[in-house]
């Protein structure tokens, strides 16, 4: 792109609602958008946005979504100068970077090598280490049961197993004996190997009713990084968010200054550049956190931020990616009211979460003073069976959290989805609990209620 400046036209490589989402905001920038589509997705909502669309092949993810070459062909094909990769499928795959790289294109994300430093689990916790960032008692990489069985016995039990080269709940198993580790450590590795191409595992003390919080940051080409406070998502299902939030409820206000510069020290320590999360497990007994793991992309949940910090983190990715400076200093950055946001998603809560593709015959998406609905869906489109099901998200922003919370039972009043099944029941339900009124919930609570 030569000197810093805007792209001039980007590649969505990615599909539903954060392709709406990221084309939207190209959209807002005079960037022409470039969409690519898989055939089921042929009529999808964010082709029928987009100012161009490239088709990349079979309805299979790894034949389209998930295939570097063919969305480096499809770039090229555009005229792009720049791919935007959303979340999920290929953002933070550093071969996609590295490919666009060597055709002369820009990658909105962090560098390749950063995103395999992070990437490794193993690899992120001494980068914490070394920018002096608590984290959890843990080993290095372990290729057999019996390595992490001498380990675990070490820190003491319960402990997770977890995949080296992975995240988003994948490859994680938590054990209670030392009996039961043998077959865990095998079905941690299977699970790893199949989803990363990677068996390798590590060992974490389990932190007990630990709160999951993650600190949003930014970062320059320039050497400027800054965050942008924390989120919520303790509420969790097998270890998939359902429901964020910013501010965290209840957090001190010494802690809150704590998680965010140890996401700086952190994000500056691995020369981070672009939207990413530091995530963090908080015991709330003692206030202590540790570090966790870098998302190297934007967040599903990232709406949350720009509710209540006003900061468009899609705009500012973009900005980045053509090596223009950040525009706030930290200290500029400021935060008003409560967001909370809901993932509405074609699962069946009865049937135990069990997807639900189809056609959607109503999809009437809530309004109104403080409401926002990000999707990628409208009344008539079908979802397909082949990828992620989320429908929207809800989101609600007020000035305070009682604010926030009784927009958002009018808004999930509001929400109608007909045609499939959906988690929208489950998120009304969840309004109503008085754990989460209240803000007394940790990872495991989810589940104790949905159980009870």
């Known amino acids: 792109m030569g000197a810093a400046s805007l792209p001039r036209k980007v590649l969505v490589a990615n599909r539903g609602e954060i392709a709406v989402r990221v084309i939207r905001a190209c959209q807002d920038l005079g960037v022409t ?34 295939d570097v070459g063919r969305i480096v062909d499809a770039a090229r094909t555009a005229g792009c100068d720049a791919v935007h990769p959303g979340y999920g499928f290929l953002s933070e795959n550093a071969a996609l970077p590295r490919a666009l790289a060597e055709a002369g294109i820009a990658f909105v994300g962090p560098p390749a090598e950063v995103i395999e ?101 930014l970062a320059d080409a320039h050497g400027a990084v800054v965050h942008l406070g924390e989120r919520e998502c303790s509420l969790q299902r097998r270890r998939q968010k359902l429901v964020e939030e910013s501010p965290a409820p209840g957090l001190p206000a010494g802690l809150r200054k704590e998680l965010g510069a140890a996401a700086v020290r952190l994000a500056t320590e691995v020369g981070y550049r672009g939207a990413g999360t530091v995530e963090f497990l908080v015991d709330p007994h003692t206030w202590s956190f540790y570090f966790i793991e870098v998302n190297a992309r934007i967040q599903v949940e990232h709406g949350v931020t720009e509710l209540v910090t006003g900061v468009d983190l899609v705009v500012e990715q973009l900005r980045i990616a053509g090596g223009l400076p950040l525009p706030l200093a930290q200290d ?110 940790h990872t495991g609570s989810l589940e104790r209620f949905l159980a009870g």
């Not at 009529?43 to 092949?57: C, Q």
């Open 33 to 66: 958008a470039v969409a690519v589509h898989s055939e089921a997705d042929t009529d999808a909502l964010h082709v029928a946005l987009a100012d161009e669309a490239v088709a990349i092949g079979p309805a299979p993810a790894r034949s389209s979504y998930l």
């Open 332 to 441: 500029e950055i400021s935060w008003s009211g409560a967001a909370i946001e809901f993932r509405i998603n074609a699962e069946d809560p009865e049937r135990g979460f069990f997807p639900s593709p189809g056609r959607l015959t109503l999809l009437r998406l809530p309004a109104g003073p403080g409401v926002r609905v990000d999707t990628g869906f409208e009344t008539g489109r079908s979802i397909p069976p082949y990828y992620d099901s989320l429908i929207a998200k809800v989101m609600v922003w007020g000035s305070d959290r009682e604010q926030a919370l009784a927009r958002a039972r009018r808004a999930l009043a509001e929400l109608a989805v007909d045609g499939v099944a959906s988690t929208a029941p489950l998120h009304r339900r969840i309004v109503g609990w008085d754990a989460f009124r209240s803000g007394q919930f």
């Open 117 to 217: 430093q992070v990437g490794d689990k193993v690899a992120a916790r001494g980068a914490a280490k070394a920018a002096a960032v608590p984290v959890v008692p843990g080993s290095d990489r372990l290729d057999t049961a019996e390595e992490a069985l001498g380990f675990a016995t070490d820190v003491g039990f319960p402990v997770l197993l977890k995949a080296a080269a992975g995240g988003g709940g994948r490859g994680i198993r938590r054990v209670d004996e030392p009996d039961e580790l043998a077959t865990a450590f095998a079905e941690a590795s299977r699970e790893a190997e199949a989803a990363f191409g990677d068996g390798g595992v590590f060992v974490e003390k389990c932190i007990i009713d630990a709160r999951h919080v993650e600190v949003q940051i």
